[in-house]
């Protein structure tokens, strides 16, 4: 894999000091239920994590996102506390190293999500062109300002456009969409990874910021492919 971007360089120095802790071991590893005795463990902790890992998935791109590196760490030591009862060891443990995550994560989530949002969008590199990086930094200033209601016929453009952009900024829709209400979002069939999204459900702030946004990118692969 290519180096790390600046905001996998701040989750990944975020993951070694959990895994440095004194019980970052208990939760660096898978949890096997056979060793540990524990046979009802998959029925109650549907998705299971753990901080190693997280650490791969970051280090292969599986984790595309900061909201995803957050989501799994969380996972990892929410799984602990529902499986475990609270006056379980790993149930304090989980505890204390979910508390440690939250104070060293709260103090840069906006400088870290604000670097992954220019980068997806095309000015976070250091080769990056000027022109690039401001459309990164309008479309992260816009903040949802514009809540005119969008008509069925805005409505279906928007969804055509969307189904246009590539694989990496469509990546960057479904993840402003999950921040603003990740209910929105709907596994599809038997296919976990796989996405459904009911922009009829999306407010209309929103709809009016994916659609500038979708616009911009679209027509920034129009002009790539005519330079």
């Known amino acids: 894999m290519s180096s790390k971007s600046e905001w996998q360089k701040k989750c990944a120095s975020i993951l070694k000091v959990l895994k440095a802790h004194k019980h970052g071991w208990v939760f660096s590893e898978p949890v096997d239920a056979v060793k540990l005795q524990i046979p009802d463990y998959h029925d109650i902790i549907k998705r299971p994590m753990d901080l190693g890992t997280v650490k791969e998935n ?28 609270a006056t379980h060891d790993v149930h304090v443990m989980a ?39 401001h459309v990164g930094k309008r479309v992260l200033e816009s903040e949802f300002s514009d809540d005119r209601p969008m008509s069925y016929e ?31 979002l709907q596994p599809t069939g038997e296919d976990p990874d796989e996405i459904e999204i009911d922009i009829d459900k999306i407010d209309d702030a929103t709809l009016r910021f994916l659609d500038k946004f979708v616009k911009e990118a679209l027509a920034k692969k129009k002009k790539n492919k005519t330079a």
Request: proline share 5%; aromatic share 6%.
């Open 58 to 85: 970051l280090d292969n791109g599986t984790i595309v996102s900061p909201e995803n590196f957050k989501e799994d760490v969380l996972l990892t030591f929410q799984n602990a506390m529902i499986y475990n009862p």
């Open 95 to 133: 505890k204390a190293l979910k508390e440690l995550f939250i104070s060293k994560w709260e103090p840069i989530e906006s400088s870290v999500v604000e670097k992954w949002r220019l980068e997806q969008a095309g000015g976070g590199g250091g080769g990056s062109s000027a022109p690039e990086s």
């Open 154 to 184: 805005e409505k279906r453009e928007l969804s055509a456009n969307m189904n246009k952009l590539p694989g990496k900024k469509l990546g960057n829709v479904v993840q402003i969409i999950h921040d603003r209400n990740h209910r929105i």
